[in-house]
C-alpha cells in the first residue's frame, strides 16, 4: 500500500493547500510539509523502524504556530489514513465486483456452452436413435407404427397381385387342362379328316376348320387394311378434332354393341340387301363390323407411341409425308398393329351368334372362293351345333380343343411374321 498511486497526488494538493513552518526533531530539521508527509506515511504502514525516531519540537519562535501546525499535521494523517481506508474498500469493492462478473460471465458462457452441448448431444443422439432405429426397421426387428403399417400395406398389396395372378393362371390352366383332359379320349386323325355323314354314321370336323381359317383370311384381308388406314388417318392427315372426336365416338360405340346385334344388321344388309345369300363371305363382312374398332383403336395408339422427331426427320431430308408414314412411322408400330390383329382374330375365332345370321352352319366341303360364296359352318357354330342341338359333348371338346390349338398358332404366326418384318427393317435400314 506504501506504492499506492495516490500518494503522489496526496504530497501535491497538501503542499498547495497547507502552509507549514520549520519543524525541529532530533535529527536534521525539515519542513512542516515534508513532516506531515512523513507523518502520514507512518499512519498508512511505512517503515515505523525508520520514522520512530522522529521527534517533532516546536522551534522557540513561533511556538502557537508550530502547536497549531501539529495538530493540523494530526488531522492530514487521519485524513489520509481514512482516505486510504476508503481506497482500500473501493480496491476491495472492485475486486468483488471483477471477481462477480467474472464469475457471473463464467456462468453464462458455461450455460451457453452447456445448451449447445447439450443440443448438439441430443440432436446427435437423436439422429443416431433415428437411423439405428430405421436400420432396425429395415431389417424386420423394431418396425414403428408408420414403418410397421407401409410394410403391412406393403404385403398385403403384394399378397393381393400374387393372387390374383395366381388365381388367373390357375383358372387358365384348369380350363385348357379340363378341356383336353375330355378332349383327347375321343381325338382320332378320322374326326380331323373327314366330314360329318348321316349314311356312314360318321363324324368329321374337316369343313369346319376349313371354313374357319377361309372366314378370317377374308376378314383379315379387308379389315386390316380399312382399321390401318382409318388409324393413320385420324393420326396422321385429320385437322380437325372435332371431326376426330366424333369419329372415336363412333368407333368406340360400335366397340360396344353386342354381336348378336350385329348378326341382325349382317343378315338384313348383306344377305337381303345385297343378295349375298347366306355365306362365308357374309358372315366375314359382319365380322369385319365388328373387329374394325379394335384394329382402329390399337392401330391409332400405336401410331401415338412413334417419337415426333422421328418424322420431322424424314421431312427434313425431303421426303414425302406418305413415305415418311410407310418407311418410318408403320415400322415403328408394327407390335401395335400385331396385336390388334391378334386380338382381332380371337374374336373371330370365338364368335357363333352373329354367323348364325349370315354364314349359316352347313358342313360341306369347297375350295376358298368357292367356299365364300356358300353357307359354312364355323368351329365354333359347329361346337354350338354338337353341344346344344346334338347332345355330343364328347366332339364338342374335340372342336374346342381344335380352337385352342388353331388360336395358339395364328398368335405365333402373327408373332412370327412381326418379327420377321422389323429384322427386315432393320437390316435395310443398316
Do not use: W
Amino acid at each position: 500500500m506504501s506504492d499506492s498511486p495516490l500518494l503522489p497526488s496526496l504530497e501535491q494538493n497538501l503542499s498547495q493547500v497547507i502552509p507549514l513552518g520549520n519543524l525541529t526533531t532530533k535529527e536534521p530539521v525539515v519542513s512542516g510539509q515534508q513532516h506531515v508527509l512523513q507523518q502520514g506515511k507512518i499512519a498508512m504502514g511505512g517503515d515505523s523502524s525508520k520514522d520512530s525516531a522522529l521527534v517533532v519540537t516546536p522551534k522557540t519562535e513561533g511556538h502557537h504556530d508550530s502547536n497549531a501546525q501539529v495538530k493540523l499535521g494530526s488531522g492530514v494523517k487521519d485524513l489520509v489514513s481514512g482516505a486510504m481506508v476508503a481506497m482500500t474498500t473501493i480496491q476491495a469493492g472492485a475486486t468483488a465486483v471483477g471477481n462477480a462478473a467474472d464469475n457471473a460471465t463464467s456462468n453464462a458462457v458455461g450455460s451457453v456452452a452447456g445448451n449447445a452441448a447439450g443440443n448438439a448431444a441430443g440432436n446427435t443422439a437423436g439422429n443416431a436413435a433415428g437411423n439405428t432405429a430405421e436400420n432396425l426397421i429395415g431389417g424386420h426387428l423394431l418396425p414403428s407404427a408408420n414403418a410397421f403399417k407401409r410394410h403391412c400395406y406393403s404385403l398385403t398389396m403384394r399378397g393381393l397381385m400374387y393372387l390374383c395372378t395366381g388365381l388367373t393362371v390357375a383358372l387358365v390352366l384348369f380350363l385348357i387342362g379340363y378341356i383336353l383332359v375330355q378332349a383327347v379320349p375321343y381325338f382320332s386323325i378320322e374326326i380331323l379328316t373327314t366330314k360329318p355323314s348321316y349314311l356312314r354314321h360318321t363324324i368329321g370336323v374337316l369343313p369346319d376348320i376349313l371354313n374357319t381359317i377361309y372366314l378370317i383370311i377374308a376378314a383379315l384381308v379387308l379389315v386390316l387394311p380399312l382399321g390401318v388406314g382409318a388409324a393413320i388417318y385420324l393420326n396422321e392427315y385429320a385437322s380437325s378434332k372435332r371431326l376426330v372426336h366424333m369419329i372415336e365416338y363412333a368407333i368406340e360405340t360400335l366397340a360396344g354393341i353386342p354381336s348378336i346385334i350385329y348378326g341382325l344388321v349382317g343378315m338384313l344388309i348383306f344377305c337381303e340387301f345385297l343378295g349375298l345369300q347366306t355365306s362365308l363371305l357374309a358372315g366375314a363382312l359382319t365380322l369385319v363390323i365388328m373387329t374394325l374398332p379394335t384394329i382402329i383403336r390399337t392401330t391409332q395408339e400405336s401410331l401415338k407411341t412413334v417419337p415426333q422427331g422421328y418424322r420431322e426427320g424424314a421431312l427434313g431430308l425431303g421426303a414425302a409425308k406418305f413415305r415418311v408414314i410407310k418407311t418410318v412411322v408403320l415400322p415403328c408400330c408394327s407390335d401395335g398393329i400385331v396385336t390388334g390383329c391378334i386380338l382381332a382374330v380371337g374374336r373371330m375365332l370365338g364368335e357363333s351368334a352373329a354367323l348364325l345370321f349370315t354364314a349359316g352352319f352347313a358342313h360341306s366341303l369347297h375350295g376358298f372362293f368357292e367356299g365364300l360364296t356358300n353357307s359354312g359352318a364355323t368351329l365354333t357354330v359347329a361346337l354350338y351345333v354338337y353341344a346344344k342341338e346334338q347332345g355330343q359333348f364328347e366332339v364338342a371338346f374335340v372342336i374346342a380343343a381344335i380352337l385352342l390349338v388353331m388360336s395358339l398358332g395364328i398368335n405365333i404366326l402373327a408373332t412370327t411374321i412381326a418379327n420377321r418384318f422389323k429384322r427386315r427393317i432393320g437390316t435395310a435400314r443398316a
